[in-house]
């Protein structure tokens, strides 16, 4: 089965731009989590989507926004880059309801803002 | 906020010696997840911790969680060099269950040597 897909797997964009990062969840899973992780750090939770609805949102500001579409996949956009948006950018899957479901990550999409 | 910590924060430690890494959390939680980063890959779950005393195995590593001091252990028994890895634990206090909105420690940058 594959598992959590992610597109682009690299990006480079300029300060003021913005950006569009695509996730597909593994397959009958119906909630995706996004999450930032900076250079050294652990990740850090942006937003969580269940059923195209949002659950739950980071300390992120509104230059952050994400939806889920029908088939249970979910973009992620940022608005007006800074340089310190650069991180990677991992998207996780997992059965909305399963107590004992890890998240499942894909190998997410590396922004570097120049 | 829930602030979760784990220390050591690196650990350069040589193969067939054993070792524990530990994670502490602010609030009450009983769900606590372990994972595995390796250099410019994303994250592999290890293990789920769902109750007070929960201990699990798998290999070299040994997770356990006591609720109440709120504190998770990591055991490296038999360091191989094949554990090198960064080590992250996560902490999800959302009612209902499920493993969204996780926060994560800055993880332990494990390095093992022959």
């Known amino acids: 089965d594959a598992g959590v897909t992610q597109s682009p797997t690299h990006l480079i964009k300029t300060r003021g731009q913005h950006v569009t990062l695509r996730c597909s969840p593994i397959s009958g899973h119906k909630s995706v989590s996004w999450y930032q992780q900076v250079l050294g750090q652990g990740p850090q939770f942006i937003f969580q989507y269940y059923e195209k609805e949002e659950r739950g949102r980071g300390n992120f500001p509104d230059r952050f926004s994400a939806r889920q579409f029908p088939n249970y996949s979910s973009e992620l956009n940022v608005n007006a880059l800074l340089l310190g948006d650069s991180a990677l950018y991992l998207c996780?899957?997992?059965?909305?309801?399963?107590?004992?479901?890890?998240?499942?990550f894909g190998n997410g999409t590396r922004l570097t803002v120049t | 906020e829930l602030k979760v910590e784990q220390n050591p924060l690196f650990l350069s430690m040589q193969e067939g010696k054993n070792y524990t890494i530990y994670c502490n959390y602010s609030t009450t939680s009983d769900r606590l997840y372990w994972y595995r980063q390796d250099p410019g890959k994303s994250l592999e779950s290890l293990f789920v911790l769902l109750s007070n005393g929960a201990v699990k195995q798998e290999g070299r590593l040994m997770a356990s969680l006591d609720t109440k001091a709120r504190l998770s252990t990591l055991h490296i028994t038999a360091a191989v060099h094949d554990l090198s890895a960064t080590y992250f634990c996560?902490?999800?206090?959302?009612?209902?269950?499920?493993?969204?909105?996780?926060?994560f420690g800055k993880g332990t940058h494990l390095i093992i040597q022959p």
């Open positions: 996780a899957s997992s059965l909305e309801g399963s107590y004992n479901s890890p998240l499942h």
């Open positions: 996560a902490v999800d206090i959302k009612p209902g269950g499920g493993a969204d909105g996780l926060t």
